[in-house]
């Protein structure tokens, strides 16, 4: 017997809901025939919420059975198991990724070949870059958190608003191999001093917070991936130094 489902879904001329087009695409990918209805008006869509006694749309029935919204159909269908509130590392990971494949695309175009000197310098340059951005989204939110745990930021709050602005400095300069005499001394600074914190607050205090390394709206727990990227760029620093041409 096929499956079915009853969707209700605001679909007006100025305003396609978002969530009912992925909710009926869910549906469809899981096997269902999507009855879809379409509520065209303010007025319609407010009788509807009335009527069910629901606070939103788009809403899914099934078997005569009210599953909800696109929210809670994904659970229904065992997707979002884990708790938005549990700590992940997949935003960091997805930097990282992005930033060595730029890294090694960009070689293979310049050099010829994948994985050179270049490579690796590229991909910190290019993480870093894409880490100061993700901060740079909400400086607000993310130097709030990163006063909680930065041993400087704690004693002098203008260097939580800066970091960002430094890092991406750094990071913009030390891809091009610019001005190494100002991204040199800020990514061994900014580094070191990261590198201090985060080993102090995780390693010696043992508290468990949430990193800003992402900016202030991910969970990314704080630990031995922050402690990395602060290594990197003091890896990078001396590196650079030890090394001002190729």
Request: glycine letters at 6%; aromatic letters at 14%.
């Amino acid at each position: 017997m096929a499956k079915t489902a009853k969707l209700y879904r605001m679909v007006m001329d100025k305003h396609v809901c978002p969530y009912g087009v992925k909710s009926k695409w869910l549906l469809e990918r899981e096997g269902y025939a999507v009855e879809d209805n379409h509520l065209t008006t303010r007025k319609e869509t407010d009788a509807f919420k009335a009527e069910h006694g629901v606070a939103t749309t788009p809403q899914t029935f099934i078997e005569n059975e009210r599953i909800g919204g696109y929210t809670d159909l994904r659970k229904r269908f065992g997707y979002d198991k884990n708790s938005e509130s549990e700590p992940s590392y997949r935003p960091v990971i997805a930097v990282f990724a992005v930033g060595a494949a730029l890294a090694v695309a960009l070689s293979q175009f310049v050099f010829d070949a994948p994985f050179t000197i270049r490579t690796a310098e590229w991909f910190v340059a290019f993480s870093m870059a894409m880490l100061a951005m993700l901060k740079l989204q909400d400086v607000e939110q993310f130097s709030t958190m990163f006063v909680g745990y930065d041993l400087l930021g704690q004693r002098w709050v203008p260097y939580a608003y800066a970091y960002p602005f430094l890092e991406a400095t750094a990071a913009i300069l030390m891809a091009g191999r610019l001005l190494p005499w100002l991204s040199i001394p800020i990514a061994f600074v900014i580094g070191s001093i990261g590198a201090a914190s985060v080993f102090y607050v995780v390693y010696i205090q043992k508290r468990s917070i949430k990193c800003a390394c992402v900016g202030g709206s991910a969970n990314v727990p704080l630990g031995f991936v922050s402690l990395s990227e602060n290594l990197a760029m003091i890896g990078m620093a001396i590196w650079m130094l030890l090394r001002p041409t190729l």
